[in-house]
């Protein structure tokens, strides 16, 4: 990545120049949004227009020749323009995926989108941790555990970065529930704050994320957008971060002076507790000058620096490219995930069968997630029943949507297999703005989900139907996990397909008819009960986060899930025999054979789980430190070896104030899922 | 079902809609693209499709699918039925060219089939059918309204399937050929050349075509274009006063002989006598099975289904 930190440091004695010859007022007006929530709530009435559908611009003086900051939103694609963007799969797809080189990729191509839509900033790096997975926009993330959160988050920032945009990561902090999101004060401990919430975004920070957007809700009382400890304390001075930090919309600045002290850099999207309201607090003697000398340094020293990396112009023709939309393709085959297979009923076999039923409303949707400002407006998008037909040869494709069950079985006596598209859309999760909040300025639906089961009437249609056709297979859409217990044992084969972008049908026909072999994993554990998750109140002012969630806290508790983290089936097998830990000075090592063993070439993702079975504190049993992506033909095997560096091993001692790490023997598991089952152990001492 | 033909159905061209009230003798077993709703204002009818046979007696509603082989025979006393035939692409997704629907309406059916939907649909039938034979012209913006209301009750309330096509469907691919032949034919059929015309525009070898249309539709491709010129033919021998040799011609029949020839053998009648006629031979019982019915009659039957308060 050229724009790196070290790099952008280079800009200072030439941004310092330049903030030096400014007025306050002019320092000032570069550390908000130029558009006034009028003006946007307006365009968005307008026809074919929306939410960000130009870039929004901060800042900016052209006559001394400072560009603005232009705002593009995401993560699944570029919000910008209507009909044009590539919708990629969501984040959680993508997470699924456990592909950080593909990963990188399509931050490369959002970073051409955004560019030709003359924005520099792309705003879609989500980074938050669901704790419980009803929060509704965890579909714009990657998944529950920090560690993977920090790959996928820094291999996003790589590719827009390499592409000369500027990666934002969001929402700093401590942003998971969604309804509450304006009100909620998150409290946590120590330990839970600097080892399960802030790691991820200190590992995109250290990979060089060159701005930040801080969250709506409260952490321990304070706005986080105002937030002294989380902006100033340890973003800007123990993680030394360089670039900016900007608002989130229109209530992510609550006050003028407490903001500005707080680390806030840049009030977005249009100026309220900025402008005017901070000059005068600066007169006063309120907001110390050089805390806006050194917003500004950070504003232009950024926005410096990647436009005079990257001076080419890219053309509009990019947006929404063959090369993009083809990306959009192959991410959602590599993530939508096999969790039930059984007699192998999957792939269907176009040539022996006549005629296919569709089941559900879903599956004639185009559904590529909330409707929220994640909203992507792809050209086209392909639905699952679409898709499916496209997929199908001879085969014949029908769809019913599922009201009359007596109908629905009828159907599916007569049909040689029946896929149910069951799950949600932007009415059952996503971005939420109560009634109440009259400034609504997405108009979106959605908002946290109150139960992990898909609806009543989708239950009942598979377990009335599912039994009728062995060859039922249930596709699941949606941003999160979604409890199968109720209904599992009526189907024979279950896709998780989350949202999978505009070319999300082609991928389902692609699997389903067996043209491509899904390698997604769960970036999640599937509990078999609701209660095994941490509980929050979707609808409150306060909400403690203990230490464990996921995976962890069910291993701590010793409950068996559903189905563990990191686990998905392929069409083909895979074995995985000798392996060998080392470690060296810096890292350690689980290295291992895996082999395909099936009939059909597929990919595989193996993960490295360190235990802390020895530990003196209280620790996790085991957590995902590593993960490798690898393709093997039938009978191949390859040698493939993961890496960890140590300090991935610390824990945050609360007395001493630092990441420390213990002299222990750590068990070192290697595999393809995180139940032990699946994975080979050793011991390395440090 | 061995004996099944197409039928080339035209449409009153301001409304996406071919009105007509009839009484049926027998029809034998026949197809077409359009969608087809009969409403039984005076029963029994036996009619026989895809999904079984049915007696509908007054009151009665059914729909006959898009392309559907179906059979409606009088049962022992006299019936009038209503019939509204839509054309197929009405329910096509206008994004989505590659998938038909197929609905479940039929007010004696079970199952799926018994719904709400059936007496809205049979009132905005009745409606349909009153006004098409009673209020002002016949492309009146109110029976265009009434139309699309029927349309949009269809999408809405009645259960239904939706059959997706692949571009790469044959089956599909077969359709839409289909449809592409016989849209040149009615663009074209003044043309004495038609048929090399067409097996050029097509890209196909006289054989192949002979073997498809006959596959898919059970005709030959001279029996489509003579059935569109001579309803060409029928509407000029009714409305105009051009001489034989004028209508000859500009239907592409290329000679008097042919023509006359072509038209008694379709009609029954010459095109004189059908002239003379005023073309009611149209609905003669033994070409068209359809019988005299009392018009009068059936404007009532409709009011009282129309005000029906089930």
């Excluded at chain 1, 790099?7 to 941004?15: D, H, M, N, P, Q």
């Excluded at chain 2, 204002?41 to 009619?47: A, D, R, S, V, Y």
């Excluded at chain 2, 029927?150 to 077969?174: C, G, M, T, W």
Aim: charged share 25%; proline share 3%; net charge negative.
């Amino acid at each position: 990545m050229k724009v790196s930190k070290k790099y952008r440091l280079g800009f200072t004695e030439k941004a310092k120049t330049i903030v030096n010859k400014l007025s306050l007022e002019e320092k000032v007006s570069l550390m908000s949004g130029s558009i006034s929530l009028e003006e946007m709530v307006n365009s968005m009435g307008e026809e074919g227009q929306h939410y960000n559908y130009i870039p929004y611009s901060a800042g900016g003086i052209p006559e001394k020749n400072i560009d603005p900051m232009l705002f593009c939103d995401g993560p699944r694609g570029v919000v910008c323009g209507t009909g044009k963007s590539t919708a990629f799969p969501v984040s959680m797809l993508r997470g699924a995926s456990f592909d950080t080189e593909l990963e990188e990729k399509i931050g490369r191509a959002i970073a051409r989108e955004i560019r030709a839509y003359k924005g520099n900033t792309f705003a879609g790096v989500c980074i938050n941790l669901p704790y419980n997975p009803g929060w509704g926009r965890s579909q714009e993330t990657y998944g529950e555990d920090s560690f993977h959160l920090g790959a996928m988050g820094s291999a996003l920032v790589k590719g827009v970065q390499e592409n000369g945009v500027i990666a934002c990561i969001k929402h700093y902090a401590f942003n998971q529930m969604e309804i509450s999101r304006f009100k909620v004060s998150v409290d946590c401990d120590k330990r839970t704050e600097r080892e399960v919430f802030l790691s991820h975004f200190k590992d995109c920070i250290d990979t060089g994320a060159a701005a930040v957007m801080s969250s709506y809700n409260l952490y321990k009382g304070t706005h986080c957008g105002h937030h002294d400890y989380l902006l100033n304390k340890v973003l800007k001075d123990e993680w030394d971060f360089d670039g900016f930090v900007m608002s989130d919309f229109v209530w992510g600045v609550r006050d003028t002076v407490e903001a500005a002290n707080g680390g806030q850099d840049m009030e977005m999207c249009c100026t309220q507790f900025f402008g005017e309201k901070l000059v005068k607090a600066v007169k006063d003697g309120l907001v110390k000058e050089e805390k806006i000398n050194e917003a500004a340094l950070r504003i232009i020293r950024t926005i410096m620096a990647f436009k005079e990396t990257f001076k080419d112009e890219i053309s509009e023709d990019v947006i929404g490219c063959k090369e993009h939309i083809a990306l959009a393709l192959e991410s959602a085959r590599k993530g939508i995930t096999l969790l039930k297979n059984n007699e192998t009923i999957l792939p269907l076999d176009k040539n022996k069968l006549s005629k296919v039923l569709v089941l559900g409303k879903l599956a004639v949707i185009e559904n590529t997630g909330d409707h929220g400002s994640s909203w992507v407006y792809p050209p086209y998008v392909v639905t699952p029943l679409k898709g499916l037909a496209e997929h199908s040869g001879q085969c014949e494709v029908i769809h019913y949507d599922g009201k009359d069950l007596g109908h629905a079985c009828k159907l599916a006596k007569e049909a040689d297999a029946v896929v149910f598209v069951v799950g949600y859309d932007h009415n059952d999760e996503g971005e939420f703005i109560s009634e109440d909040q009259v400034d609504s300025y997405t108009g979106a639906a959605g908002g946290d989900r109150l139960s992990l089961e898909l609806h009543e009437d989708e239950i009942e249609l598979l377990n009335k139907v599912g039994p009728v056709n062995r060859k039922s297979v249930a596709v699941l859409i949606g941003g999160n996990t979604i409890l199968m217990e109720k209904w599992k044992d009526s189907v024979s084969a279950i896709l998780m397909a989350y949202y999978p972008g505009m070319e999300g049908g082609t991928a389902l026909g692609e699997i389903i008819f067996g043209e491509v072999n899904p390698s997604g994993k769960l970036p999640y554990v599937l509990p078999s009960n609701e209660k095994d998750l941490p509980q929050v109140d979707w609808n409150t002012t306060k909400q403690h986060y203990d230490y464990y969630h996921g995976y962890a806290k069910l291993e701590k508790e010793g409950i068996t899930p559903s189905l563990p983290y990191g686990f998905g089936l392929s069409y083909t097998s895979f074995s995985i025999s000798n392996p060998e830990f080392t470690k060296n000075e810096t890292v350690i090592s689980a290295t291992c054979d895996v082999k395909n063993t099936g009939d059909r070439a597929g990919d595989e993702v193996v993960q490295l789980y360190i235990g802390f079975g020895q530990s003196k504190i209280d620790r996790p049993k085991k957590s995902l430190k590593g993960f490798t992506r690898v393709s093997l033909t039938p009978g191949e095997q390859k040698r493939i070896s993961i890496s960890c560096p140590i300090e991935k091993l610390s824990w945050f001692n609360s007395e001493t104030g630092k990441m420390e790490i213990e002299s222990i023997d750590y068990d070192v598991f290697i595999g393809t899922s995180s139940d032990e089952k699946d994975l080979l152990c050793g011991k390395i001492n440090l | 079902m061995s004996i099944t033909s197409f039928e080339s159905v035209e449409c009153e061209r301001k409304i996406p809609a071919n009105i007509f009230i009839a009484s049926i003798d027998k029809s034998n077993f026949h197809w077409h693209f359009e969608y087809e709703i009969i409403l039984v204002l005076k029963g029994p009818i036996i009619i026989n499709c895809p999904s079984g046979n049915s007696i509908l007696e007054s009151g009665d509603i059914i729909l006959i699918n898009s392309k559907d082989v179906h059979e409606i025979r009088k049962k022992n006393e006299n019936n009038i039925c209503l019939f509204i035939q839509l054309p197929h692409d009405v329910f096509q997704d206008w994004k989505d060219p590659h998938c038909y629907y197929s609905f479940y309406l039929n007010s004696k059916g079970s199952g799926v089939y018994k719904n709400d939907a059936v007496n809205q649909i049979k009132k905005r039938c009745a409606n349909i059918g009153f006004e098409y034979f009673n209020v002002g012209e016949k492309g009146s913006p109110r029976l265009l309204a009434l139309v699309y209301s029927l349309i949009a009750d269809f999408i809405e309330l009645v259960p239904f399937e939706r059959h997706q096509y692949s571009l790469k469907n044959n089956e599909h691919y077969a359709s839409e050929k289909l449809m592409q032949i016989i849209s040149y034919i009615h663009e074209n059929y003044m043309n004495i050349d038609i048929a090399q015309n067409l097996l050029d525009e097509m890209n196909m070898s006289e054989k192949t075509m002979y073997r498809f249309l006959k596959q898919n539709i059970g005709m030959t491709q001279k029996e489509i274009i003579n059935k569109c010129r001579i309803e060409t033919a029928k509407i000029m021998l009714k409305h105009t006063d051009k001489n034989m040799n004028y209508i000859a011609d500009e239907c592409g029949f290329g000679s008097d002989i042919t023509f006359y020839r072509c038209f008694k053998k379709e009609i029954g009648v010459t095109p004189n006598e059908y002239r003379i006629n005023g073309g009611k031979v149209d609905k003669n019982p033994q070409i068209k099975g359809y019988l005299n019915f009392n018009k009068q009659e059936s404007c009532k039957l409709l009011q009282t289904l129309m005000e029906d308060k089930k």
